[in-house]
């Protein structure tokens, strides 16, 4: 039984092959004038379906022609979907606490050639076939903490970073949740910490952009921003040191990454799993590497990929993130014990934090990383901001 939600695996290429035909046919004729190359963007279990698409060879629509031109998977992790098996119900997904034992992660994780130790197979997602197409892996924090994410950039034989081909590129929106967006409801819910509002959204904007340039242009896009083992950027979980900010809750360790099991009948101690890592971060606890946004850069608190249960404290809560102010003032910072410098201690005034986002912005502007509307909204927002 090979079955994804109704779509065949098998036969996926098919539909694909026929969207894109009657999109892009001689002249247009039946579909968008003009239009000439095809993009495929999964978030999420969508993300996870094109990276297990991918793997499966089937951007070759069975006469050797691409289907997509180009790939943008978001928040997807290192994971595919648990939908070429029998039984499949590809509507779980692993998390510490959530489906923890479903199939969702095998190798190969990653576009370079690795090898797994675990099995001795060697391989890589996009294998070099002339139907492969360009693909841009974006992930927030969450991924790193839940869904192994440092396993699309590393080597799973020695741990160390892994060579991309120029075809790809990965990217870590520093400081984001997995379902991070704006309106997000800041409340921790069934977590202790305040829920993350950050958004990963404006830096997905412009690469989603870029990607198409790359696709129509060959323009390449801004080079991989990920942590990374080589500049110590990229560590064990076990080896964060986070801000002691009373009623903080911190993190109980990153989800272990194994390689599927028995899922019916699993066994009592689980003992294979694969070297993941996760962002390392500064004084106030927010991550050094990957794509900072203006949130980032210039902060208001602690933003965080993870949140954990107030049930269960020794768990991750789902895909959540946490995000704690700073202080206003020095005055305040002390009375509550918070060791993070305050508002007025890292800005002085409101004109400076301003000033520090706009600056901030340009940069990933001229990066390719923001766009010239994202940027605008942002220092817009810092000017209206009423917490100084």
């Known amino acids: 039984m090979r079955g994804f939600v109704g779509i065949d695996l098998g036969r996926e290429p098919v539909p694909s092959a026929w969207w894109r035909r009657s999109i892009i046919a001689d002249g247009g004729r039946g579909g968008l004038p003009g239009a000439r190359h095809a993009i495929a963007f999964g978030v999420s279990q969508a993300g996870r379906f094109l990276r297990h698409f991918l793997e499966l060879g089937m951007n070759d629509d069975g006469h050797g022609r691409r289907v997509f031109d180009g790939v943008l998977t978001h928040v997807a992790g290192a994971g595919k979907v648990f939908a070429n098996h029998s039984f499949a119900m590809p509507g779980r997904t692993a998390t510490q606490h959530e489906d923890r034992l479903y199939p969702e992660n095998w190798f190969p994780f990653t576009n370079a050639v690795t090898t797994d130790l675990l099995s001795g197979q060697r391989s890589a997602i996009l294998n070099g076939r002339p139907t492969d197409p360009l693909m841009i892996e974006v992930n927030t924090s969450t991924e790193y ?126 003992e294979n799993f694969y070297d993941t890592r996760v962002c390392a971060v500064d004084a106030d606890g927010n991550e050094v590497a990957g794509v900072r946004l203006p949130s980032i850069a210039v902060p208001l608190g602690t933003y965080t990929g993870w949140n954990v249960y107030r049930a269960q404290t020794c768990e991750l809560c789902d895909r959540d993130g946490s995000m704690i102010p700073f202080a206003r003032t020095r005055r305040e910072r002390e009375a509550a014990g918070d060791p993070r410098a305050s508002l007025e201690e890292r800005y002085g005034t409101k004109d400076i934090y301003v000033a520090r986002v706009e600056a901030t912005a340009a940069t990933l502007v001229a990066d390719r990383l923001l766009l010239p509307a994202d940027a605008e909204a942002y220092v817009k927002a810092a000017r209206e901001c009423d917490w100084f």
Request: a neutral charge; hydrophobic letters at 35%.
């Open 145 to 270: 903490w839940q869904k192994g994410a440092s396993l699309v950039h590393t080597d799973p034989a020695d741990g160390r970073d892994a060579e991309l081909p120029s075809t790809a590129r990965v990217y870590m929106i520093a400081g984001t949740q997995h379902g991070g967006r704006p309106g997000t409801d800041p409340n921790p819910g069934p977590c202790v910490n305040p829920r993350n509002p950050h958004s990963a959204t404006p830096a997905l904007r412009a690469l989603f952009v870029a990607l198409e340039e790359w696709v129509r242009t060959g323009i390449a896009p801004p080079p991989s921003s990920v942590p990374s083992v080589a500049r110590g950027t990229a560590v064990v979980a076990e080896a964060i040191t986070m801000p002691n900010v009373p009623g903080f809750a911190l993190p109980p360790g990153a989800n272990r990454i194994g390689p599927p099991i028995d899922w019916v009948e699993p066994p009592t101690k689980l």
